[in-house]
């Protein structure tokens, strides 16, 4: 599994799988967490990274490699499971969606004549 969490984009990407979701009570200092397990690594090779963002007084820590998924990450991921379950709804106003253009007119409507070179 290859995860990443950006918690305050509120993103979670697991196997290039992107969804949005709720990420109240993330740690405030975390920028990212990435984590590849798999096919790729040997087994127990299992690892990730954390990012860290600069604090108030320009600060920042060092990227912490982790063995372990933290805690925290639960709740993100089961909240990926749940939006992946959801139906995607897009409402459109078939009012919005504009007739078919040929050729012909798409030129004479967005040709501009006044341009020189």
């Known amino acids: 599994m290859k995860l990443v969490i950006i918690p305050d ?23 990212a967490l ?7 690594l040997e087994p127990g090779d299992d690892k990730g990274e954390i990012e860290y963002k600069t604090n ?23 909240g990926w499971e749940t939006a992946k379950k959801k139906p995607i709804v897009v409402e459109i106003d078939l009012d919005d969606i504009p007739e078919p253009m040929i050729p012909k007119v798409f ?11």
Request: no cysteine; hydrophobic share 30%; charged share 35%.
């Open 56 to 78: 108030e007084d320009g600060v920042k820590l060092e990227n912490k490699i982790v063995t372990k998924l933290p805690k925290w990450t639960d709740k993100y991921i089961k």
């Open 9 to 31: 984009d509120g993103l979670v990407q697991i196997d290039d799988e992107n969804f949005i979701v709720d990420t109240i009570g993330a740690p405030k200092d975390i920028h």
């Open 34 to 40: 990435q984590w590849n397990n798999g096919a790729t």
């Open 107 to 117: 030129d004479e409507i967005y040709t501009n004549d006044d341009i020189k070179e």
